[in-house]
């Protein structure tokens, strides 16, 4: 279980509501629902060898009368039982839960659950307990597959719609907490479409109690669906003040398919690197409405080969529309690798329609991206509160930039400006200014006052760091 300063609480330490809904009263009892569904919830205990801590022994004044009989009793059984300097590798267990999803016996639970465990067992809510082997991990939304082997069929339990669950509906978690055993806790949910730091993260957050050995376990709605799997806590202390998250369950469905199918994640992959379009980004770029994600570089892959372009603003995917970069990334991820997608977007204020066959975003992340050098010194030409200079060769070297590479140095800011105030600073280069290309300080002059004649109040700036893009806006008035 993880907690938000954030803790991991068992080995170490993110949808649109359908316009259908149901209604559930507070129920008189939850125990007709605890014995339906509690013969699927299963706790987990894993071994792991670790290397034990060496160092002196307990710290003896000298002259004491027990200083002989510690430096004895380490001689004759230190070995035995790891004494100071002998220690070896020792196993360390750790507790979580999680549910079986199919009478042959998979598993679900947290990927921290069972993280590095060389030994994973499996008990039921009977009594019985089984080995179990791993099936897949996907740390990115911290859910992990196992498989235990049965000779009866295992009780099971089925996944609901999470994305139909309402802020203020009943639920109930189950699951090992503090190692007490089988426990189950009520409450509502809290707030629906929380975001940890994962980019794939959709959580439910209840006010159900959700503590250490939770981890894995399942929320369940009053139909008895598993609606989420229960992950982290927000807490000062680490026990359960009542902010509990789950991973919503039409997420979790998605990750377990594929690791039951391929023994891995397989997320579609667009190839671009993007940002929100946020106010002052869609006037500076003349658009109607602060909607869409803005591509900010369009490196070799799917996209590129598209068409794609850097300014593009996706405003449409796969016939579903676009609100805003989370969307499209979660979007993409759940699309099927290899098919050929329709994507819509604004260029120049124009629509346009492409089509991209979607890469993998696994094999993309498997592919180092070189480190990039830091800017050589400043040199002076104050434009928008900042010192910019045109880049040289020995510029380019320094900052790994081939010789076809254009840009402009910030060399140096003015802290009160609106450009500091914005994130940028001394290193970064401005490639594009007005969505066009500049080189030269006179670019971007000539950049400035096309702006100010077309009547905008600002000048959309592309600005990479390390590599990295982003576009900025920054006021010409």
Known sequence: MRTVWIAIVSAVYLAVQAPQVEAFGAPESFADLADQVSPAVVNITTSTVVEAPTGPGPMVPEGSPFEDFFKEFND???????????????????????????????????NHVIDGADEIQIEF?????LDAKLVGTDPKTDIAVL???????????????????????????????????????????????????????????????????NSGGPLFNMNGEVVGVNTAILSPTGGSIGIGFSMASNVVTKVVDQLRNFGETR???????????????????GLEAAHGALVTDVPDGPAKEAGVESGDVIVEFDGHEVKDSRELVRTVGDAEVGK???????????????????????????VPVPAKASPTEPMEKNLLGMQLNELTDEMRSQLNLSPEDQGLLVTDIDQTSEAFA???????????????????????ESRIEEAKD????????????????????????
Do not use: C, H
């Not at 907490?177 to 959580?203: H, K, M, T, W």
């Not at 914005?422 to 971007?444: F, N, Y």
């Open 267 to 285: 997320r579609g992959w667009l190839g671009v690197k993007i940002q929100d379009v946020t106010p002052d980004v869609a006037e500076a770029m």
């Open 147 to 213: 498989k235990v082997e049965s000779d009866v069929a295992l009780p099971f339990v089925t996944f609901g719609d999470s994305d139909r669950m309402r802020v203020g509906d009943w639920v109930m978690a189950m699951g090992n907490p503090l190692g007490q055993g089988f426990s189950v806790s009520a409450g509502i949910i809290s707030a629906r479409n929380r975001e940890l730091q994962g980019a794939y993260d959709d959580f439910i957050q209840t006010d159900a109690a959700i503590n250490k050995g």
């Open 125 to 129: 809510f009977s009594g019985e307990t």
């Open 422 to 444: 914005k994130g940028l600073r001394a290193g970064d280069l401005i490639t594009e200014a007005g969505q066009a290309r500049v080189a030269s300080i006179k670019d971007i």
């Open 454 to 477: 077309a009547g905008r109040k600002s000048l959309l700036l592309l600005i990479r760091r390390e590599g990295d893009p982003r576009f900025v806006a920054i006021s010409v008035e």
């Open 340 to 366: 050929p997608v329709p994507i819509t977007v604004l260029r120049n204020g124009e629509s346009v329609a492409l089509t991209i066959t979607l890469g993998r975003r696994e094999e993309a992340e498997a």
């Open 76 to 110: 004759q059984f230190g070995d035995r039982f790891g004494g100071p300097g002998n220690r070896g590798p020792q196993r360390a267990n750790a507790l979580g839960s999680g549910f079986v999803i199919s009478e042959d016996g998979f598993i679900v639970t947290n």
